[in-house]
């Protein structure tokens, strides 16, 4: 059967998260409901990460089996006219090796946030960005950020159902920058590691923002990491400014050059 790699972008409002559940609607779901239009089998599909309830698509990637060879551009086709009018799009699709993995064959995951500063409520980014009333500071931000680089046992900024076996990642980057965005001055994190804790860039960024607002230091991040106790860390942004912006592999089997 061959295997394509399916590159993803969802809004996600209308979901429960990623994956599929009974009785309520997911990313993977309405996916392989659109491949068994095409198929008419039950089909199920394996993902570089399973976002949470709330929480949007840039660059995932899952991959899929299919009977029949299918020429990538007209699979990718296929599938975004029955994924309509779910707001889910296949941007790429490239066939792969049986080997390939959209979990296991990653190297490298990376994470986009969103956190708008204004008072007024959100109309356009209403949902896909965090709002806070308050300017925040974006180089002691940064300097908190800094602290959490590296490899480190993150007990303090996993959720406590978190089912991963170690507490302990290595965090590649977590950049801090400030843009102005079109509802207004946007803080931008990004971060990115090979793998993730549940909840943990949310904790990352719910932590930073209080480095923002003066009510902690970056010394207060050091601290709270030290002390592997969820309890340390500070509040857990909402989902709905977080985005799966991309995810590597080696060789990358979206570039065609």
């Known amino acids: 059967m061959p295997r394509y790699a399916l590159k ?8 429960s998260g990623w994956q599929r559940q009974s009785e309520h609607p997911s990313v993977q779901g309405a ?23 709330g929480v949007h698509g840039l660059g995932q990637v899952a991959h899929c089996d299919m009977t029949k060879d299918w020429e990538p551009f007209r699979l990718s086709e296929a599938l975004n006219f ?7 799009a296949i941007t790429a699709c490239a066939l792969v090796s049986e080997n390939f993995h959209a979990r296991f064959s990653a190297t490298w995951r990376q994470y986009l946030f969103r956190l708008v500063m204004r008072r007024a409520p959100l109309t356009h980014d209403k949902g896909l960005a965090w709002q806070v009333p308050h300017a925040l500071d974006l180089g002691a931000m940064q300097r908190g950020a800094d602290r959490l680089v590296g490899r ?15 507490p302990l ?17 946007e803080i931008r994190f990004h971060v ?4 993730f804790l549940h909840n943990q860039v949310r904790s990352f960024v719910g932590t930073l923002e209080r480095v923002g607002a003066g009510a902690w230091t970056p010394d207060d991040v050091t601290a709270a ?7 340390a860390c500070g509040p857990v942004c909402p989902p709905h400014g977080l985005y799966l912006a991309g995810v590597g592999y080696t060789p990358d089997p979206f570039d065609h050059n």
Do not use: M
């Open 8 to 15: 993803i972008e969802y809004h996600g409002a209308p979901f």
């Open 31 to 53: 996916i392989e409901a659109a491949l068994g239009r095409l198929e008419k089998r039950e089909h199920t599909i394996a993902a570089a990460g399973r976002t949470d309830a």
């Open 82 to 88: 029955h994924l309509k009018p779910e707001p889910v």
């Open 152 to 166: 480190h046992d993150f007990t303090t900024f996993r959720s406590s159902i978190c089912q991963a076996k170690s």
């Open 169 to 185: 990642r290595t965090l590649d980057r977590l950049d801090v920058e400030q843009i102005e965005g079109p509802s207004g001055p």
């Open 192 to 195: 990115k590691a090979r793998a």
């Open 225 to 231: 990491l030290k002390a592997r106790d969820r309890a």
